[in-house]
């Protein structure tokens, strides 16, 4: 599945083995229960609108490889509040931004080299948030 994240015509290719780790986490449904002060129970319920996190990491160290110049641009993204970015993930398109709160972008060297270069590889996880209109 082709997957790629972009700010207007920058795209940056994702490592199509990038696995969407808390796909299945999320509910549309929030809900919050509390007692009166009779001792009820009153529970409130809607329909969360927008918010759905996003977690695309490698399902190991040994996979999901990024170039350092790829990592850059990531970097480079996550510098500036309130970024929105195009995130494709195969036939669907989503706007995200960071989830800055939670850790936005964390990469590590395939291979620890002592000068690593924009050749090199990491891996990377990106934690985002959906917010498609």
């Known amino acids: 599945m082709a997957k790629s994240l972009a700010v207007g015509a920058t795209v940056v290719a994702l490592p199509e083995d990038l696995l969407w ?26 329909i969360t609108v927008g918010g759905r996190p996003i977690t695309l990491q490698a399902p190991d160290a040994g996979s999901a490889w990024i170039t350092g110049a790829a ?26 931004m960071y989830r800055h709160e939670d850790g936005a972008l964390q990469a590590f060297p395939v291979v620890d080299y002592s000068d690593i270069g924009p050749d090199d590889y990491y891996t990377i996880t990106l934690r985002l948030t959906d917010v498609t209109p």
Not at 71 to 96: C, E, I, S, Y
């Open 21 to 46: 780790s808390d796909e299945h986490d999320w509910s549309a449904v929030d809900q919050v229960s509390e007692r009166s002060i009779t001792g009820a129970l009153v529970v409130n319920a809607g």
């Open 71 to 96: 990592l850059a641009q990531l970097k480079a993204w996550a510098q500036l509040p309130l970024q929105n970015m195009t995130l494709v993930l195969g036939a669907t398109t989503r706007t995200v």
